[in-house]
Antibody, heavy 122, light 112 residues
Framework: QVQLVESGGGVVQPGRSLRLSCASS????????MHWVRQAPGKGLEWVAIIWNDGSKTYYADSVKGRFTISRDNSKNTLYLQMNSLRGEDTAVYYC???????????????WGQGTLVTVSS | QTVVTQEPSLTVSPGGTVTLTCASS?????????PNWFQQKPGQAPRALIYGTTNKHSWTPARFSGSLLGGKAALTLSAVQPEDEAEYYC????????????FGGGTKLTVL
């Protein structure tokens, strides 16, 4: 079955860096585009970034552009999010998810992991 | 900045029917926005319910259905159960040279 396991979160000071990982299993990882989304405490969901299945294209939310970098290692079935210049407003649970194209339809985040909590605080 | 708007809160009686909507600041929502719907209960990760406007996942209860209604994406719950009390989020895709994905702010559904 599809499994997504996020890791790498923790407490970090403002301005510092952190790298998140998303280990995937149960599907052919290299076939799918992958996303990161986040949820600040008590708030709604916010889309963060996407990477194409082959890593050829990446897109970011304006709130993280220039500070975060999404990448993947298809040989390890793992998605990454490098977060630099972290700010208090980046404090959130971070989730990864896949995108599936079905002809005229698209599925986003059909499966969710437990997420990983990033706390940016001095 | 693109904004996706949902009702902040709705209340429904057990056994009743309720429709949640998802509107885009850019205009009418169409199937090309590939509306997806998610349910989230306190302390849990979200769970996918609907993709591509109307399609259900294998685990989605039959009482949940998705549609387009009056220029918005819609999620209708029929014969509402107490366990349907949760936060519901929609997600829309915006294509173009700089694609973007935007979640709605969520609807808190109370079953009372």
């Amino acid at each position: 079955q599809v499994q997504l396991v996020e890791s790498g979160g923790g407490v970090v000071q403002p301005g510092r860096s952190l790298r998140l990982s998303c280990a995937s299993s149960g599907f052919t990882f290299s076939t799918y585009g992958m996303h990161w989304v986040r949820q600040a405490p008590g708030k709604g969901l916010e889309w963060v970034a996407i990477i194409w299945n082959d890593g050829s294209k990446t897109y970011y939310a304006d709130s993280v552009k220039g500070r975060f970098t999404i990448s993947r290692d298809n040989s390890k079935n793992t998605l990454y999010l490098q977060m630099n210049s972290l700010r208090g407003e980046d404090t959130a649970v971070y989730y990864c998810g896949r995108e599936i194209w079905y002809g005229e339809s698209r599925e986003y985040f059909g499966h969710w992991g437990q997420g990983t909590l990033v706390t940016v605080s001095s | 900045q693109t904004v996706v708007t949902q009702e902040p809160s709705l209340t429904v009686s057990p056994g009743g029917t309720v429709t949640l909507t998802c509107a885009s600041s850019t205009g009418a929502v169409t199937s090309g926005y590939y509306p997806n719907w998610f349910q989230q209960k306190p302390g849990q990760a979200p769970r996918a319910l609907i993709y591509g406007t109307t399609n259900k996942h294998s685990w989605t209860p039959a009482r949940f259905s998705g549609s387009l209604l009056g220029g918005k994406a819609a999620l209708t719950l029929s014969a509402v159960q107490p366990e349907d009390e949760a936060e519901y989020y929609c997600l829309l895709f915006y294509g173009g040279a700089q694609p973007n994905w935007v979640f709605g702010g969520g609807t808190k559904l109370t079953v009372l």
